[in-house]
């Protein structure tokens, strides 16, 4: 069985990352679901990618994980226009 986190980024994921690692329970993989705009626009603002950015090379060095960045293949404005 795989463990896996999925990360958000806010405090109450980032601190159960650090409850896993203190009480030394087993996590193989930690993924983040990506949410686009559009092809080219993520629905996050720019200082929330720099910040996932970092917190990534932070996980890296703590946890030993690369965190997968993983999204649906569909952005919000295609789903918008097919619902018209």
């Known amino acids: 069985?795989?463990?896996i986190l999925s990360l958000s980024y806010g405090k109450d994921s980032l601190a159960c990352l650090g409850?896993?690692?203190e009480l030394g329970l087993p996590l193989d993989r930690i993924?983040?679901?990506?949410?686009?705009?559009t092809d080219t626009i993520p629905a996050d603002l720019p200082p929330m990618m720099e910040f996932k950015a970092k917190a990534d090379k932070i996980i890296k060095e703590r946890?030993?994980?690369?965190?997968e960045h993983v999204?649906?293949?569909v952005t919000?404005?295609?789903?918008f226009l097919s619902c018209c």
């Open 1 to 3: 069985m795989e463990h």
């Open 19 to 21: 409850a896993i690692k």
């Open 31 to 37: 993924i983040h679901a990506e949410i686009w705009a």
């Open 63 to 67: 946890y030993g994980i690369t965190v």
């Open 71 to 73: 999204d649906a293949g």
């Open 76 to 79: 919000y404005e295609e789903i």
